[in-house]
């Protein structure tokens, strides 16, 4: 209250147009004193949930080289305040995924990268079954009101060209259908490739992970701003 108590001796004393140069300090008065303490602090970091199976848990690596690993430290490096959450499970489905979204969701995320479905493709899962369950999960996120960034996945080509059809082509129509970005193939540029993969062939090496994360990092972004 002191500080009123000037500004209106000050007032007093001058005429109407000397006030200007007291309001900024009456303005930070009040807001040092009334605002909320929410208002004042570094604002909280954007909470993204990585959502999925082994290629983002990280499966066969130190945990320094996993995917949400490296994704969170680009992302520092890039500015961003981020805390990313590791959700992903090691030979999850589609189908297990959706029975697990309700107790990953109870960690409130604002923005969630979807990256399932390669087990199913290797289970030659029939791909309605993989479309059911990604739908119902793209639904709930929706409701959630949780932004999303699906990562799509291609069938394996052993399956046959007609599964191969139907399988790639979920995740460009779940996509559309909730109006929510694709990164198409979450493997892109790493698949097939000797040096960036680990002696199983399936899952990236450390290398490979720094390849994936250099490539999606871009769309990411864009979902965490």
């Known amino acids: 209250m002191f500080l009123f108590h000037v500004v209106y001796q000050r ?18 008065y009040l807001a040092l004193n009334f605002l909320p303490i929410s208002y004042l602090s570094a604002a909280e970091p954007v909470k993204l949930m990585v959502f999925g199976d082994s290629l983002s848990a990280g499966y066969g690596l130190k945990k320094t080289n996993a995917f949400t690993e490296k994704l969170s430290r680009a992302l520092k490096s890039a500015g961003f305040n981020i805390e990313v959450i590791a959700s992903s499970v090691s030979g999850d489905t589609t189908a297990g995924g959706k029975a697990r ?19 199913d493709g290797l289970r030659g899962i029939d791909p309605a079954t993989s479309r059911r369950n990604l739908e ?20 394996p080509p052993n399956l046959g060209q007609e599964y191969g059809l139907e399988f790639n082509q979920i995740f460009t129509d779940l996509a559309q259908q909730f109006k929510v970005p694709l990164y198409p193939f979450f493997l892109d540029g790493v698949v097939g490739n ?26 990411v972004i864009k979902l965490v701003r």
């Open 11 to 28: 007032q007093s004393r001058y005429p109407a147009g000397h006030f200007c140069f007291w309001a900024p300090v009456l303005l930070m």
């Open 101 to 119: 979204l309700a107790w990953a969701l109870a960690d409130k995320p604002d923005a969630l990268l979807l990256e399932l479905g390669a087990n």
């Open 136 to 155: 119902d999960i793209l639904r709930r996120l929706k409701s959630s009101g949780t932004r999303v960034l699906v990562a799509g996945m291609l069938a």
């Open 194 to 219: 000797p040096r960036l993969n680990q002696g199983d062939g399936i899952h990236p090496n450390p290398k490979g992970v720094d390849e994936i994360v250099k490539r999606i990092l871009p769309m």
